[in-house]
């Protein structure tokens, strides 16, 4: 091992050990959502088709008189995007603490990142 490569794991020991478990969470899921060819939620922008992956925050049923809508907040570690899907109450698979991969149009809506009716992908539980 050379002194560069001996210094580099001696800062990855040290930040390991220094940070809170919010951080080394929120670094393994960036690390994640990368591997699996999400762009950082942080980068995405409204009118932009995006790909973002991450951890299902979570999910809530919204009655609403015309229209019902399940709404999830999908956290990549790097920020949350809003994922609504209109007309749905429940749909399988979808659940707190779920992987997923989900495309589709970024929209803004009381100043929060919002994909409708997006395409997705659930991970397999781990």
Known sequence: MTTDESR?????L???????????????????SAES????AQQCTRGQVVSVAGRLRT???TPRTNLPTLEADLYDGSD??????LGRRHIAGIEPGRHLTARGRVAVRDDRKVIYNPYYELESPK
Not at 80 to 85: I, P
């Open 8 to 12: 580099l794991s001696l800062r990855r």
């Open 14 to 32: 040290l930040h390991r050990l220094t940070a809170s478990e919010a951080e080394i969470e929120a670094q393994e899921l960036r690390r994640e």
């Open 37 to 40: 060819g999400g762009m950082p």
């Open 59 to 61: 999910v809530v049923y």
């Open 80 to 85: 949350v995007v809003t994922l609504v899907w």
